[in-house]
């Protein structure tokens, strides 16, 4: 499996399988939203579109990281989240770095989205997928976060079967700008425990796979193949995600 780690702002063309990874913290939070009962995620374009899409829709729960902010009902913390009841819920989510760079690779075949808290889920799709190639979009700080790095790196050998330790790789996540920021505040939006949360290997068994729906990016949780997994497949098998994950509604 050849791997590729890129910023969002170094992506050239339109990759077939794309990683996009923001530990801290957008999809350690949209794992949580799943996890409290969300149904999907739209992942917004702007702050504008995020609002425009809760006018249109009051149900929703619209989402933004930093600061609370008139108009949202969320932001983007997973300390902060995890005690929300958003059973069967559409969350509208826009984040500084991770929607955006799942919204760069919305024409991928394939596109998940990950933190640790998703990982060896999220490789067991890899896995499954048998994709030649992977391209890891590292969301945070052009490309160069080590917590998004760090984590793109360990799916990426446990995608291709290695027996990793997933010690060191946490903690440069761990000692990582994002950690420091989040831990002295310089984060708004923030819980004390959302440095941990985010550092919470495989906390849930589902991966997120992201894809166009009715003009918008939606982001569902994927229960993905159990052991023993299949062999790689190709496409066939990716849109056979799309199609399951489409037909849940909604
Ligand atoms: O919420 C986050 O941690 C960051 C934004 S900021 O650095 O706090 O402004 O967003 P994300 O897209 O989740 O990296
Ligand atoms: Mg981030």
Same mark, same amino acid.
């Given at each position: 499996m050849k791997t590729r780690f890129l910023g969002t702002a170094e992506l050239v063309g339109t990759p077939s399988v794309a990683v996009v990874v923001d530990v801290m913290r957008a999809y350690t939070v949209a794992a949580w939203a799943f996890a409290r009962g969300a149904e999907r995620i739209v992942l917004a374009w702007s702050l504008d579109d995020a609002l425009a899409l809760k006018a249109r829709h009051p149900a929703w729960i619209a989402l933004k990281d930093g600061a609370p902010a008139p108009? +949202?009902?969320?932001?983007?913390s997973p300390g902060l989240l %995890?005690?929300?009841? /958003?059973?069967?819920r559409t969350v509208v989510q826009k984040t500084t770095a991770g929607t955006v760079g799942a919204l760069a690779v919305e024409d991928a075949s394939l596109v998940l989205c990950a933190g640790f808290v998703v990982a060896e889920a999220t490789a067991r799709v890899l896995r499954w997928h048998g994709a030649e190639e992977v391209t890891y979009v590292v969301t945070g700080e052009e490309g160069r976060a080590e917590e998004d790095l760090a984590c793109a790196q360990y799916i990426a050998h446990r995608a291709a079967g290695g027996d990793t330790d997933p010690a060191s790789y946490l903690r440069r996540a761990a000692t990582s700008r994002a950690a420091h920021e989040l831990a002295t505040g310089v %984060? %708004?939006?923030?819980?004390?425990?959302d440095v941990a949360l985010c550092l919470? /290997?495989? %906390? +849930?068994?589902f991966a997120m796979v992201a894809a166009p729906e009715d003009g918008l990016m939606v982001l569902r949780p994927h229960d993905g193949p159990t052991p023993p997994e299949a062999p790689g497949p190709g496409a066939d098998h990716v849109s056979r995600i799309r199609v399951s994950e489409t037909d849940k509604g909604g």
């Open positions: 108009g +949202f009902d969320a932001v983007n %995890r005690a929300a009841d /958003l059973t069967g %984060r %708004r939006g923030a819980h004390p425990e919470e /290997l495989d %906390r +849930f068994p």
